[in-house]
């Protein structure tokens, strides 16, 4: 027989994976744009991947979501490395941002 207390940990444990299951949903967004948006500015996206760096509540539109921010790695040249940063609010793109960067020079 089931009692409250099992009931809660049920409802806690699915809450974490609902949420582990969004968030996931959500980087692949921002891995899927960020690839995109590199290939449009003729820079090369290194490592095909994006990392968490921070998370925060935020106001949009008269609701709170969570703005998530992850860094990436980019090349022009093959040498150098820089870094670039993918703004989600929600599960959309707010914004996307490369480090200052050497042009890609075609011959």
Known sequence: MLELS???L???FCFAVWIWWRAHAVKETALAQTRKYCQSFD???LDESVVLRGIWLK???????FRRSYWF??????EQRYNGVTMMI???VETIQL??????EHE
């Open 90 to 92: 929600g599960a959309r």
């Open 59 to 65: 106001r949009d539109n008269g609701s709170w979501r």
């Open 6 to 8: 099992d009931v809660a």
């Open 43 to 45: 820079v090369q996206f």
């Open 10 to 12: 049920l409802l806690v």
């Open 73 to 78: 790695e980019f090349t022009t040249t093959g």
């Open 99 to 104: 480090e200052p960067h050497r042009p890609n």
